[in-house]
């Protein structure tokens, strides 16, 4: 059996793969369990999976989980910091890592598992958006296994050969036979809404996706396609894709999960049900097929598939992230800060919906061209996009 850890267990992407797990109980054992702040529903995990390790970044929930695993005489060791957590994940406790932390604040663990050679499933497509290139040279220089776990990712890596599998990040489209990657994306919950009607959006109806149960952040990104943008760049980077390789199409029944296209005419494409059980038990199971507990695609019920091109005045966040893309990993890491800064000013209600693209186009267009060398210099670039993007909000764009 492989030790997992599984960072940010207690979210929509850590929910399924313990859901994966239950219906395959001989496959992982759970050596780690990490989390931020939601100790009651960590408790509950820790009594059931009996990981050997648990961790919560939030200082004030480590101490309230430390006192609920006492009292529940639940064996687990709860980490008292960071450098711990990065110490285990360097470790021969943990073979493989799931890595599911929303947003950048999954990048040092990540890639902490990728430079101790762990196998990872990669959930947190912040940490790629963010530093790309580095991202991309330590998993070589590591040799580490990664595996996609984006739906849309996921069904890119399914129609590849595997000689494009085993070199992700280094591989040649075009030596394979590949013209295009074909990125799905539903379009949203306001695909038909009339633009002047974007400003009186509320964050109650901006987080019911049409198609997909997920969590409120990713939820949001989907109603912007900035959730399409971040992909896009981490397609990017997974695929070794050019421009002209990459292709945005708008599939509202969110059946098909993405496609390639040959340069022979054939288009391999994955498809299924909109659950995310489904590339998780993918990667999970390795070079095996595994039950992950979701439905089969029933044909006869499916509604019937549809294809358009997106429309970037309606989707101008989808637009702003293509051309950071190709603007350097100083623009897609200030591109995510803000939008995480735009996101929950919006839950919040301090700005409206579409203010969010507003937003990271602004702090955009303020932002000197840097090389960036280093993890910690897009640290401190995504410290100071933040920082700038609070000023404007309290300036410019409070409600």
Known sequence: MKKLAILGATGSIGTSTLSVCRSNPELYTISLLVASKSVDKMLILCLEFKPTYVAMSCPVATAELAVKLKAENCPSLLLNDETELLQLLGSAEIDSVMAAIVGGAGLKTTLASVEAGKEVFLANKESLVMSGQLFIDAVKKSGTKLWPVDSEHNAIYQALSPRLQNRLGHCSLQAE???????????????????????????????????????????????????????????????????????????????????????????IAQMGNPDMRIPIAYVMGGEKRINSGASNLDFFST????????????????????????????????????????????????IQFPQISQLVDSVLQQTATQHVGSIEQLLEIDRQAKNMALQIIKRDFLC
């Open 177 to 267: 036979g590949v013209s295009k990657i074909l990125l799905t994306g539903s379009g949203g919950p306001f695909l038909n809404k009339p633009l002047s009607e974007f400003s009186t959006i509320t964050p109650a109806q901006a987080v019911k996706h049409p198609n997909w149960s997920m969590g409120q952040k990713i939820s949001i990104d989907s109603a912007t396609m900035m959730n399409k943008g971040l992909e896009y760049i981490e397609a990017r980077w997974l695929f070794n894709a050019s421009r002209e390789q990459l292709q945005v199409i708008i599939h509202p029944q969110s059946v098909i999960h993405s496609m390639v296209q040959y340069i022979d005419g054939s288009v």
């Open 303 to 350: 509604p019937e598939l549809s294809f358009l091109p997106p429309d970037f005045e309606r989707y101008p966040c989808l637009k702003l992230a293509i051309d950071a893309c190709y603007q350097g990993q100083h623009a897609t890491t200030t591109l995510n800060a803000v939008n995480e800064v735009a996101v929950d000013a919006f839950l919040d209600k301090k």
